[in-house]
């Protein structure tokens, strides 16, 4: 049966940016990668999870092993401990995307340093459909960065925030080793906890918030910011 309220919802988070930042569908996502060089890395995990305003539909999420288009190093398999005989007999991404995609539909795609995984995913769809990926994308380490430095009278921050740190900083737990669907986990919690700060400081539609997100935006490939979790 097809869900015509869910079908609506999705077509209008994409369209409307006036859209109060509690009325909008978000879908937050997260990565696994055999390295962080899109030339010669690739995915191996996609995790998401699905938001309705500020509230977290536990329910409606999305992980997928994905056999590599590269082999796996050592350096990597310690960070996300998925080993090849994990994901030797998995689908390759060619398949797995079309199944994230459907799942993100339209809806705002929300992400920790979001423009590493947007770029191997935008590569691989490209590739797949010759075309990237149309949703509007938000980064909840630009919204960190922001509301941090409106926190500290524009003073800037004395370090770059890794994902964890600022999950237990907001009493968030972090327990488990990295996993695309823990972390989309960990950084909706986290969007969550910022949805009402933005409102209180004056950021309340989503066309708002997507400016802000991309006058922050975060993501260097070369950074330790997000504690090397894409991979």
């Not at 060619?94 to 992400?111: K, M, P, R, T, Y």
């Not at 080793?177 to 986990?185: E, G, K, R, S």
């Not at 209180?200 to 708002?208: P, Q």
Request: glycine share 8%; aromatic share 6%; with cysteine.
């Amino acid at each position: 049966m097809i869900d015509v309220m869910n079908i609506n919802r999705r077509r209008t988070s994409l369209q409307d940016k006036s859209r109060r930042l509690e009325d909008v569908a978000y879908v937050v996502i997260d990565t696994e990668l055999t390295g962080l060089d899109e030339k010669r890395d690739s995915i191996i995990s996609i995790g998401a999870i699905r938001m309705s305003g500020g509230m977290i539909e536990l329910g409606n999420s999305f992980y997928r092993l994905v056999n590599p288009r590269t082999a796996l190093t050592a350096r990597s398999i310690i960070i996300h401990e998925i080993t090849p005989s994990e994901v030797t007999q998995k689908p390759g991404i060619d398949s797995v995307l079309s199944e994230f995609l459907d799942f993100c539909g339209n809806d705002v795609i929300v992400g920790y340093c979001t423009s590493i995984d947007m770029e191997f995913l935008n590569r691989d769809t490209k590739r797949i459909m010759s075309h990237e990926i149309k949703n509007p994308v938000l980064d909840v380490q630009a919204i960190q960065e922001w509301v941090t430095l409106r926190s500290r009278g524009g003073i800037a921050l004395p370090k770059q925030y890794k994902l964890y740190d600022i999950a237990k900083n907001l009493g968030i737990s972090v327990n488990g080793a990295h996993n695309a669907l823990i972390d989309a986990f960990i950084t909706a919690q986290i969007f969550q906890r910022y949805i009402p700060v933005l409102i209180e400081s004056g950021i309340r539609s989503i066309g708002e918030l997507l400016r802000l997100s991309e006058k922050y935006k975060g993501g260097d490939r070369y950074s330790t910011g997000r504690g090397m979790s894409n991979f």
